[in-house]
T-cell receptor, first 111, second 113 residues
Framework: GQNIDQPTEMTATEGAIVQINCTYQ??????LFWYQQHAGEAPTFLSY????GLEEKGRFSSFLSRSKGYSYLLLKELQMKDSASYLC????????????FGTGTKLQVIP | EADIYQTPRYLVIGTGKKITLECSQT?????MYWYQQDPGMELHLIHY???????EKGDLSSESTVSRIRTEHFPLTLESARPSHTSQYLC????????????FGNGTRLTVT
């Protein structure tokens, strides 16, 4: 099975940097995704990590350490529109490669 | 970018009715998924499919059923809706390529009265 942990809520100031952590325990690992979900909307894909290290995409970066079962999403130059839930999701390495989501971190960006 | 469509967007229905939530994708993705999400809560996988004629139950037990007769179509059916089925249902798809993300439809918000 899989167990994914994220902080429930975070607050950060517009223009600042925020790091959202995710730890996971899985019987087989085949990649980690970060999604953004605004209230009432579908999740949208942000980043994917399968190897250790940092992946950068504009204002968003994601880091993975497979040996520690740890990832983080880094958001720079925060904007009010970044207020959303951020979901960490792990893909298993079994035949069907299920994707399991964490509970999500609700980020509030304040002026 | 995958195109994935869910209908209806909103559905209010009485207890005991049979309903089918539609999900179609136009990208030829082999894998399709149904997730259930209550407001402010996490997504729970209830069904997934690896391809035509392949369906599996997810991590959360659900009274719904699914079928995959065509690659592009993955409908979810509730034979007898109950108030406990009130939730948002999100359909997603992805290619077989293991490092491809899931692409989500806009969801169906179901309310059973």
């Amino acid at each position: 099975g899989q167990n994914i942990d994220q902080p429930t809520e975070m607050t950060a100031t517009e223009g600042a940097i925020v790091q959202i952590n995710c730890t996971y325990q899985t019987s087989g690992f085949n990649g980690l995704f970060w999604y953004q979900q605004h209230a009432g909307e579908a999740p949208t894909f942000l980043s994917y990590n399968v190897l250790d290290g940092l992946e950068e995409k504009g204002r968003f970066s994601s880091f993975l350490s497979r040996s520690k079962g740890y990832s983080y999403l880094l958001l720079k130059e925060l904007q009010m529109k970044d207020s959303a839930s951020y979901l960490c999701a792990v893909r298993s390495s079994g035949g069907y490669q299920k994707v399991t989501f964490g509970t999500g971190t609700k980020l509030q960006v304040i002026p | 970018e995958a195109d994935i469509y869910q209908t209806p967007r909103y559905l209010v229905i009485g207890t005991g009715k049979k309903i089918t939530l539609e999900c179609s994708q136009t990208m030829g993705h082999d894998k399709m998924y149904w997730y259930q999400q209550d407001p402010g809560m996490e997504l729970h996988l209830i069904h997934y499919s690896y391809g035509v004629n392949s369906t599996e139950k997810g991590d959360l037990s659900s009274e719904s059923t699914v079928s995959r007769i065509r690659t592009e179509h993955f409908p979810l059916t509730l034979e007898s809706a109950r108030p406990s089925h009130t939730s948002q249902y999100l359909c997603a798809s992805s290619p077989l390529d293991f490092n491809s993300p899931l692409h989500f439809g806009n969801g169906t918000r179901l309310t059973v009265t």
